[in-house]
């Protein structure tokens, strides 16, 4: 790991040169890169402990690469490798091998480790500090913390990602109308090694999930669920009984399962498709740029491709906006495939067409997992000062 580093930059009185608001994975790698670079910069965080999130955890290789260019490698905090995919609709079964390896890691651990890393490389975290109202006057952002202290900043990257900040909201993107709930289970050991390896992905009435292994031969179960559906059924326990009730590949698994967790993590009102261009001078990343719907495994690694880009667009001089409109452009085809593709997989027509598509043109999976990511010549490399650490992890 790099020495710390000491903040270029002095203050303007109590004014930081840089405001980071929010230390998930977006906030995390733009504060990283900003203090590699020997920037001032400060990053608040609501949370004031490792804390888990709403998320399948699957990671990309795009988002994996990030990480290791921040110096974070997701196999040493005890990542597992996911090789192929298993695709279950009702009693039907289908297996396909990814175009690539993936990897798998709690976000408890992950956004921990990218924090940590920040504070490594110069950057000062505080936790348990939420930012309740941000407002510009003259040239410096004000954002109140609860508690009523403020902090003040020449330039803010807003990284709160699924939640707005006051007077922030973003628009409700195109499809709106899931809840995304999270759990962890200690599965049967016969069921571990059977999905060990896999993502597994479930197709069912109410929506969509997916199943995998994480750091400790934990599995992540994410699902993503419409709303009218949920109000249907009325709690979590008469929702988990529908979809085993449906799904025989689930039931399997999470036979002799424990859960982990008392209850599921839940988030309401998720605006996949949602992609910003206009945030009046802030710096918006991750999920407050972009929000791909959950099934592409992407939105880690669209979260961190937009939290160094907005970092090295601002280092080199560029606009909040030139930076939105860079992404936007990056990212529309991408989101705009994925979010249709979403709206048509909860659909009974998406459901049963699902495993009949594929099964008639395997490499179905290959193409929309391309089709959908990042484009390859947008992705950035590590920046010159952080290269040497980047290229000591293997
Ligand atoms: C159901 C579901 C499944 C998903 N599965 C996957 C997947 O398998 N793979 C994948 O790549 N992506 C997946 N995603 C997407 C991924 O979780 C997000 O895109 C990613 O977490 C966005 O990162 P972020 O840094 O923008 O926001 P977050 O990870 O949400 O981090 C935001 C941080 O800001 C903090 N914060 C919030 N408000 C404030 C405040 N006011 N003041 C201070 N701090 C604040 C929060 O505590 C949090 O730590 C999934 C999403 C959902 C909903």
Same mark, same amino acid.
């Given at each position: 790991m790099r020495k710390p580093q000491k903040a270029a930059v002095s203050r303007v009185g109590s004014t930081s040169e840089n405001l980071v608001i929010g230390g998930g994975l977006a906030g995390g790698v733009a504060a990283i890169r900003l203090a590699g670079a020997g920037r001032d910069v400060v990053l608040l965080e609501k949370e004031a402990r490792p804390h888990h999130k709403v998320c399948g955890e699957f990671l990309s290789p795009e988002a994996v690469e990030y990480l290791r260019q921040a110096g974070v490698d997701p196999l040493s905090l005890g990542a597992a490798r996911i090789r192929l995919l298993r695709l279950s609709v009702k009693n039907s079964l289908l297996e396909t091998e990814l175009p690539f390896t993936a990897l798998s890691l709690s976000r408890c651990v992950l956004d921990e480790a990218l924090l940590v890393r920040a504070e490594e490389m110069g950057c000062r975290v505080r936790r348990g500090a939420s930012a309740e109202q941000l407002v510009q006057s003259d040239d410096t952002w004000h954002v109140e913390l609860g508690g009523g202290e403020t902090e003040r900043a020449h330039t803010v990257f807003l990284a709160t990602g699924k939640h707005d900040l006051r007077g922030w909201n973003r628009s409700p993107g195109r499809h709106n109308d899931l809840v995304g709930f999270k759990l962890h289970w200690q599965l049967a050991p016969k069921q571990t090694e059977a999905l060990r390896d896999f993502m597994e992905l479930f197709l069912f009435r109410a929506g969509y999930g997916g199943l995998a292994l994480v750091e400790g031969d934990m599995a992540n179960l994410c699902l993503v669920v419409r709303r009218s559906e949920l109000r249907r059924l009325g709690t979590w326990n008469e929702l988990l009984t529908a979809v085993l009730d449906e799904n025989r590949q689930m039931r399997l698994r999470l036979g002799g399962a424990k859960a982990l967790w008392e209850r599921p993590l839940a988030i309401s009102s =998720? %605006?996949?498709g949602y992609l910003s261009?206009? @945030? *009046?001078g802030v710096w918006c990343v991750g999920d407050q740029a972009a929000v791909i719907p959950s099934f592409t495994g992407d939105g880690m690694s669209i979260a961190l491709h937009s939290g160094a880009l907005a970092a090295e667009m601002y280092m080199a001089g560029a606009s909040a906006a030139q930076y939105h409109r860079a992404l936007e452009s990056q990212l529309k085809r991408g989101m705009s495939l994925a979010t249709s593709l979403s709206r048509f997989m909860v659909t009974r027509v998406g459901r049963e067409l699902a495993p009949l598509g594929l099964s008639v043109a395997p490499n179905a999976m290959g193409w929309i997992a391309r089709a959908t @990511? =990042? %484009? *390859?010549?947008a992705l950035l490399s590590a920046p010159r000062q952080m290269r040497v650490d980047a290229s000591a992890l293997s």
């Open positions: =998720i %605006p996949y261009s206009k @945030r *009046e @990511r =990042i %484009p *390859e010549g």
